[in-house]
Protein backbone atom coordinates (compact mmCIF):
# COMPACT_ATOMS: atom_id res chain seq x y z
CA UNK A 1 0.00 0.00 0.00
CA UNK A 2 1.57 2.94 -1.50
CA UNK A 3 1.07 6.51 0.05
CA UNK A 4 0.35 9.22 -1.62
CA UNK A 5 2.55 11.72 -1.76
CA UNK A 6 0.91 14.49 0.88
CA UNK A 7 -0.17 11.32 3.06
CA UNK A 8 -0.69 12.20 6.87
CA UNK A 9 2.39 11.00 8.93
CA UNK A 10 -0.72 9.32 11.21
CA UNK A 11 -2.71 6.65 10.38
CA UNK A 12 -5.65 5.04 12.70
CA UNK A 13 -6.22 1.33 12.27
CA UNK A 14 -9.49 1.85 13.32
CA UNK A 15 -13.14 2.60 11.87
CA UNK A 16 -14.61 4.05 14.81
CA UNK A 17 -16.62 7.79 14.17
CA UNK A 18 -15.73 8.43 17.87
CA UNK A 19 -12.09 8.09 17.44
CA UNK A 20 -11.84 10.00 14.72
CA UNK A 21 -13.62 12.98 15.79
CA UNK A 22 -11.46 12.82 19.22
CA UNK A 23 -8.17 13.16 16.90
CA UNK A 24 -9.70 15.57 14.81
CA UNK A 25 -11.09 17.83 17.92
CA UNK A 26 -7.16 17.52 18.90
CA UNK A 27 -6.14 19.11 15.80
CA UNK A 28 -4.49 15.78 14.15
CA UNK A 29 -4.60 15.32 10.63
CA UNK A 30 -4.81 11.54 9.71
CA UNK A 31 -5.91 8.79 7.58
CA UNK A 32 -7.76 6.26 8.39
CA UNK A 33 -7.30 2.17 7.92
CA UNK A 34 -9.00 -0.21 9.40
CA UNK A 35 -7.50 -3.24 11.01
CA UNK A 36 -8.85 -6.67 10.47
CA UNK A 37 -8.45 -8.98 13.11
CA UNK A 38 -10.19 -10.99 15.66
CA UNK A 39 -11.32 -9.61 18.26
CA UNK A 40 -11.47 -12.73 20.99
CA UNK A 41 -10.18 -12.77 24.66
CA UNK A 42 -7.98 -15.53 25.16
CA UNK A 43 -9.26 -17.70 28.13
CA UNK A 44 -8.49 -16.03 31.73
CA UNK A 45 -7.00 -12.72 30.07
CA UNK A 46 -7.69 -10.01 32.42
CA UNK A 47 -9.26 -7.10 30.84
CA UNK A 48 -6.23 -4.50 31.11
CA UNK A 49 -3.87 -7.09 29.28
CA UNK A 50 -6.85 -7.80 26.53
CA UNK A 51 -6.94 -3.92 25.66
CA UNK A 52 -3.29 -4.01 25.19
CA UNK A 53 -3.28 -7.01 22.98
CA UNK A 54 -5.52 -5.86 20.81
CA UNK A 55 -4.70 -2.09 20.40
CA UNK A 56 -0.99 -3.72 19.63
CA UNK A 57 -2.86 -6.25 16.96
CA UNK A 58 -4.52 -3.79 15.52
CA UNK A 59 -1.75 -1.42 15.13
CA UNK A 60 0.46 -3.42 14.13
CA UNK A 61 -1.58 -5.31 11.49
CA UNK A 62 -1.79 -1.68 9.74
CA UNK A 63 1.84 -1.57 10.18
CA UNK A 64 2.80 -4.79 8.41
CA UNK A 65 0.35 -3.37 5.30
CA UNK A 66 2.56 -0.08 4.75
CA UNK A 67 6.12 0.78 3.20
CA UNK A 68 8.82 1.71 5.41
CA UNK A 69 9.05 4.53 4.05
CA UNK A 70 8.15 7.10 4.49
CA UNK A 71 8.12 6.85 8.23
CA UNK A 72 4.34 6.96 9.34
CA UNK A 73 3.04 6.47 12.82
CA UNK A 74 -0.05 3.88 13.53
CA UNK A 75 -2.45 4.15 15.97
CA UNK A 76 -4.39 1.14 17.41
CA UNK A 77 -6.94 1.20 19.68
CA UNK A 78 -9.49 -1.15 21.78
CA UNK A 79 -12.05 -0.30 24.41
CA UNK A 80 -14.02 -2.83 26.76
CA UNK A 81 -16.79 -2.15 29.31
CA UNK A 82 -16.42 -4.55 32.21
CA UNK A 83 -19.05 -5.26 34.86
CA UNK A 84 -17.75 -7.02 38.31
CA UNK A 85 -15.48 -9.95 35.95
CA UNK A 86 -17.48 -9.71 33.62
CA UNK A 87 -16.18 -7.94 29.42
CA UNK A 88 -19.82 -6.74 28.28
CA UNK A 89 -18.93 -5.97 24.15
CA UNK A 90 -21.41 -4.70 21.30
CA UNK A 91 -24.90 -5.92 22.23
CA UNK A 92 -26.45 -8.78 19.10
CA UNK A 93 -29.65 -6.94 19.22
CA UNK A 94 -32.17 -4.26 21.00
CA UNK A 95 -33.04 -7.40 23.44
CA UNK A 96 -29.61 -7.89 24.49
CA UNK A 97 -29.00 -3.69 24.61
CA UNK A 98 -32.00 -3.93 26.82
CA UNK A 99 -31.10 -6.34 29.09
CA UNK A 100 -27.08 -4.73 29.04
CA UNK A 101 -28.38 -1.64 29.95
CA UNK A 102 -31.01 -3.45 32.71
CA UNK A 103 -27.93 -4.36 34.28
CA UNK A 104 -26.01 -1.27 34.26
CA UNK A 105 -28.07 1.17 35.85
CA UNK A 106 -27.93 1.79 38.81
CA UNK A 107 -24.22 0.35 39.43
CA UNK A 108 -21.03 1.50 38.97
CA UNK A 109 -18.73 -0.34 35.96
CA UNK A 110 -15.13 -0.26 34.39
CA UNK A 111 -14.36 1.62 31.39
CA UNK A 112 -10.47 -0.02 29.96
CA UNK A 113 -8.75 1.50 26.40
CA UNK A 114 -5.79 0.20 25.35
CA UNK A 115 -3.74 2.07 22.95
CA UNK A 116 -0.65 1.26 20.48
CA UNK A 117 1.61 3.10 18.80
CA UNK A 118 4.16 1.94 16.39
CA UNK A 119 6.12 3.26 13.24
CA UNK A 120 6.57 1.33 9.92
CA UNK A 121 9.66 -0.10 10.00
CA UNK A 122 9.81 -0.64 13.80
CA UNK A 123 9.21 -3.13 16.12
CA UNK A 124 7.32 -3.70 19.19
CA UNK A 125 4.23 -1.20 19.47
CA UNK A 126 4.73 1.68 22.45
CA UNK A 127 1.67 0.67 24.79
CA UNK A 128 -0.52 2.65 27.25
CA UNK A 129 -3.87 1.86 28.97
CA UNK A 130 -6.37 3.81 31.02
CA UNK A 131 -9.24 2.75 33.31
CA UNK A 132 -11.99 4.70 33.79
CA UNK A 133 -15.14 4.48 36.14
CA UNK A 134 -18.60 5.12 35.22
CA UNK A 135 -21.85 4.76 37.21
CA UNK A 136 -25.07 4.96 35.75
CA UNK A 137 -28.48 6.02 37.25
CA UNK A 138 -31.58 3.50 38.41
CA UNK A 139 -33.52 4.00 35.22
CA UNK A 140 -36.91 2.47 34.03
CA UNK A 141 -37.73 -0.53 31.60
CA UNK A 142 -39.63 2.17 29.54
CA UNK A 143 -36.57 4.92 29.72
CA UNK A 144 -34.53 1.59 28.52
CA UNK A 145 -36.38 0.31 25.85
CA UNK A 146 -37.12 4.02 24.57
CA UNK A 147 -33.41 4.30 24.47
CA UNK A 148 -32.52 1.26 22.71
CA UNK A 149 -34.94 2.29 20.01
CA UNK A 150 -33.03 4.88 18.80
CA UNK A 151 -30.54 2.74 17.65
CA UNK A 152 -27.56 4.32 19.26
CA UNK A 153 -26.17 1.46 22.03
CA UNK A 154 -26.43 -0.67 18.86
CA UNK A 155 -22.88 -0.57 18.04
CA UNK A 156 -21.36 0.08 21.16
CA UNK A 157 -19.60 -1.61 24.03
CA UNK A 158 -22.08 -1.65 27.26
CA UNK A 159 -24.82 -0.66 24.73
CA UNK A 160 -24.51 3.20 25.64
CA UNK A 161 -22.43 6.64 24.35
CA UNK A 162 -21.54 8.92 26.60
CA UNK A 163 -21.42 11.48 24.04
CA UNK A 164 -24.77 10.91 22.76
CA UNK A 165 -27.91 10.04 24.25
CA UNK A 166 -26.88 7.74 26.60
CA UNK A 167 -25.30 10.25 28.41
CA UNK A 168 -28.85 11.05 30.31
CA UNK A 169 -27.92 7.76 32.22
CA UNK A 170 -24.58 8.93 32.92
CA UNK A 171 -24.53 10.03 37.43
CA UNK A 172 -20.71 9.89 37.35
CA UNK A 173 -17.50 9.19 35.48
CA UNK A 174 -14.48 8.98 37.29
CA UNK A 175 -11.39 9.32 35.29
CA UNK A 176 -10.86 10.17 31.81
CA UNK A 177 -14.19 10.94 29.65
CA UNK A 178 -12.73 10.79 26.30
CA UNK A 179 -11.68 7.10 27.74
CA UNK A 180 -15.20 6.26 27.63
CA UNK A 181 -16.16 7.36 24.24
CA UNK A 182 -13.19 5.32 23.03
CA UNK A 183 -9.73 7.17 23.28
CA UNK A 184 -8.14 8.39 26.00
CA UNK A 185 -7.07 11.69 24.34
CA UNK A 186 -4.30 13.05 26.54
CA UNK A 187 -2.50 9.54 27.39
CA UNK A 188 -2.68 8.85 23.50
CA UNK A 189 -1.06 12.58 22.58
CA UNK A 190 1.63 11.55 25.16
CA UNK A 191 1.50 8.47 23.47
CA UNK A 192 2.58 9.49 20.06
CA UNK A 193 5.03 12.50 20.85
CA UNK A 194 7.17 9.33 22.88
CA UNK A 195 6.97 7.60 19.93
CA UNK A 196 8.49 10.47 17.87
CA UNK A 197 5.78 12.09 16.03
CA UNK A 198 5.65 15.77 15.88
CA UNK A 199 2.16 17.13 17.26
CA UNK A 200 0.18 20.33 16.21
CA UNK A 201 1.26 23.60 18.55
CA UNK A 202 -2.04 23.76 20.29
Excluded at 99 to 105: E, I, Q, V, Y
Aim: net charge neutral; aromatic share 2%.
Amino acid sequence: MRPAKDAPLLVLASASPRRRELLERAGLRFEVIPADIVEAAHAGEPPRALVERLAAEKASAVRDRLPERPRRWVLGSDTIVVLGEEILGKPRDADEAVAMLRRLTGNTHVVWTGVAVCATGSGVPALCSVESRVTLRPASEVELCAYVRTGEPLDKAGAYALQGAGRRFVSRVEGSESNVIGLPLEETLALLARAGLELPVA
